[in-house]
């Protein structure tokens, strides 16, 4: 799973990308219909909590991707942690970005 590091990637995602929101997770979504690099940034703000708190979130956030099957081919995505990301499960989280995708409209 190639991931987005670099501020150039995320300014990029930001500033072109759709924002879609769920109660367990919020995400941008940059469809690049040319081009077929894929990948995925997992993000926990400090305002969540401590650093094992953000960690934990952001472990969560990456095993519900890897079970939807992200990142999807041409797409850059940035997963944003909430509050309520640390008390569900990996299952919970992954029907959720499934719903966001849908709503993207990336399924």
Do not use: Q, W
Not at 20 to 28: G, I, P, Q
Not at 78 to 90: D, K, M, V
Request: aromatic share 4%; with cysteine; charged share 30%.
């Amino acid at each position: 799973m190639k991931t987005i590091k670099s501020k150039k990637e995320f300014e990029e995602v930001f500033s072109s990308g759709r924002r879609v929101n769920h109660r367990l997770v919020r995400a941008t979504v940059l469809s690049d219909d040319e081009g077929d690099c894929a990948s995925v940034a997992f993000v926990a703000p400090k305002r969540l909590g401590n650093a094992v708190y953000r960690n934990r979130c952001k472990r969560i956030l990456r095993e519900a991707a890897r079970s939807c099957g992200l990142p999807l081919p041409g797409t850059k995505i940035i997963l944003f942690a909430t509050r309520l990301t640390h008390e569900s499960s990996p299952a919970e989280v992954s029907s959720a970005i499934e719903s966001i995708a849908a709503r993207a409209g990336l399924r």
